[in-house]
T-cell receptor, first 115, second 115 residues
Framework: KNQVEQSPQSLIILEGKNCTLQ??????????LRWYKQDTGRGPVSLTI?????NTKSNGRYTATLDADTKQSSLHITASQLSDSASYIC??????????????FGKGTHLIIQP | EAQVTQNPRYLITVTGKKLTVTCSQN?????MSWYRQDPGLGLRQIYY???????DKGDVPEGYKVSRKEKRNFPLILESPSPNQTSLYFC??????????????FGEGSRLTVL
């Protein structure tokens, strides 16, 4: 069964510090991986997508990496701000030929930025 | 403005009283899906739809029904709600190209309490 494991489950850091969130997956065959940000009480919003051929992609202070060989991705946040406090969800898409939607969700990492 | 609209946003009901949570998207997306989110469990898929008149069970479909009579609407029906269906519910939509599902656009969520 396809699985997506995220670590840590929760993380508290001080404003201005950097942090890295991890996503390990067993989904195969792999199509793409997305990171979503979910503010408290709101719906998730896509931050970035990583495809098989991409190793690194940046979106402002967010940098995602992908190692398709080890089936790992990370999301690095630089110079954290209070607005970065949220849950970050990793979603992996399978390149499935069947009728299923091919999406597997991680349980998310809950990040708290303290002033 | 491109959006996914859910109603109601908040609802308190009693066991056994049928209710419907509506979901509507204005992006002409083929794919729509319902999730529930509970503490520590992440987003779990209830039902999804690849297109009009096509629906499939997700991971936790028991106690729920859906229909997809129109492309823009995907209502979630709880025929006889029970307290274990107390949760935060999200609807999402996306384009669908061949066997690939694109970026998910989520609604703002519907918080349901069943007494």
């Amino acid at each position: 069964k396809n699985q997506v494991e995220q670590s840590p489950q929760s993380l508290i850091i001080l404003e201005g510090k950097n942090c890295t969130l991890q996503c390990n997956y067993t989904v195969s065959p792999f199509s793409n991986l997305r990171w979503y940000k979910q503010d408290t009480g709101r719906g998730p919003v896509s931050l970035t997508i990583m495809t098989f051929s991409e190793n690194t992609k940046s979106n402002g202070r967010y940098t995602a990496t992908l190692d398709a060989d080890t089936k790992q991705s990370s999301l690095h946040i630089t110079a954290s701000q209070l607005s970065d406090s949220a849950s970050y969800i990793c979603v992996v898409m399978e390149d499935s030929g069947g009728g299923a939607d091919g999406l597997t969700f991680g349980k998310g990492t809950h990040l708290i930025i303290q002033p | 403005e491109a959006q996914v609209t859910q109603n109601p946003r908040y609802l308190i009901t009693v066991t056994g009283k049928k209710l419907t949570v509506t979901c509507s998207q204005n992006m002409n997306h083929e794919y729509m899906s319902w999730y529930r989110q509970d503490p520590g469990l992440g987003l779990r898929q209830i039902y999804y739809s690849m297109n009009v008149e096509v629906t499939d069970k997700g991971d936790v479909p028991e106690g729920y029904k859906v229909s997809r009579k129109e492309k823009r609407n995907f209502p979630l029906i709880l025929e006889s709600p029970s307290p274990n269906q107390t949760s935060l519910y999200f609807c999402a939509s996306s384009f669908r190209r061949g066997r690939f599902t694109g970026e998910l656009f989520f609604g703002e969520g519907s918080r349901l309490t069943v007494l």
